[in-house]
């Protein structure tokens, strides 16, 4: 273990520019912090560069930390790196990560179109995780994956089940080439969801905050779904709709 208790130190440097999506694109590593967090990256197969513990913080004794270099920092160093308020005390720099071959023909994914909320992107990954959906993809204009706030409110679920960041016309057109309905989320030409029977599997598109999913996209679905609003409000929140779809669509497979 190293000890370190410079805020001007070069490696606190670098950890605090990983706050940044452009060093985070530069060198492929992402910051986590919180002991939920690291846990859950310490049970997935993701590699862990660096365990960074602020110091008369204990590790817990069940974590299998092995050949991870550990840093005791101080408070003050803990502070720097943080992207919260109150930081819990412990944080690890990981590799970002890819998955690989998914059998598409058997995959209910979520496709996400230009959410640019942090907190959206987190918490659909947390609610697909739930719902059993097999992927996430997010198209062009997501926030970014690794954006501290994303990673939090996920809640470790990015580390539960693949999420690739691409194209969605061209994961569209792959899907559409494995027989997969795509459902879009729309008012215009839509149908209440309720009436919906999903054949197994498929896949949602969802899409931005204010303006909904791309048209050129809506063009490319099977079919678009919408939800009734029965009070005064003009639409639900794209994280809330999602999740509201996602547990249709899969409650409609368990039950077949």
């Excluded at 719902?131 to 993809?137: C, F, K, N, T």
Aim: hydrophobic share 40%; proline share 5%.
């Amino acid at each position: 273990m190293k000890r370190i208790e410079s805020v001007k130190n070069p490696q606190v440097k670098q950890w605090k520019k990983l706050l940044m999506k452009k060093e985070r694109d530069k060198t492929g590593l992402f910051l986590i912090e919180g002991f939920h967090l690291v846990e859950e990256a310490l049970k997935s197969n993701i590699s862990i560069i660096q365990l960074i513990v602020k110091e008369n913080k204990a590790i817990p004794a069940t974590w299998d930390i092995s050949g991870i270099p550990v840093a005791i920092v101080t408070e003050d160093v803990m502070k720097a790196i943080s992207d919260t308020e109150t930081p819990q005390g412990i944080a690890a720099v990981c590799e970002q990560f890819l998955y690989g071959d998914i059998d598409w023909t058997r995959a209910n994914v979520l496709l996400i179109d230009a959410v640019q909320d942090p907190g959206n992107i987190g918490t659909m990954i947390r609610t697909a995780d739930a719902a059993g959906i097999d992927a996430v993809i997010l198209g062009k204009g997501c926030a970014d994956l690794y954006n501290p706030k994303v990673i939090r409110a996920t809640q470790g679920s990015l580390f539960h089940l693949p999420i690739i960041r691409g194209n969605l016309r061209e994961w569209i057109e792959k899907l559409q080439e494995q027989n997969v309905p795509i459902y879009g989320t729309s008012l215009e030409n839509g149908e209440d969801y309720r009436r919906i029977n999903p054949p197994r599997p498929f896949a949602l598109l969802v899409g931005n905050e204010g303006s909904g999913v791309h048209k050129e996209l809506l063009q490319m679905t099977t079919k678009n779904l919408y939800i009734p609003i029965y009070g005064q409000a003009e639409s639900l929140n794209v994280a809330v709709a999602a999740g509201i779809l996602l547990y249709h669509l899969r409650g409609t497979l368990q039950n077949e």
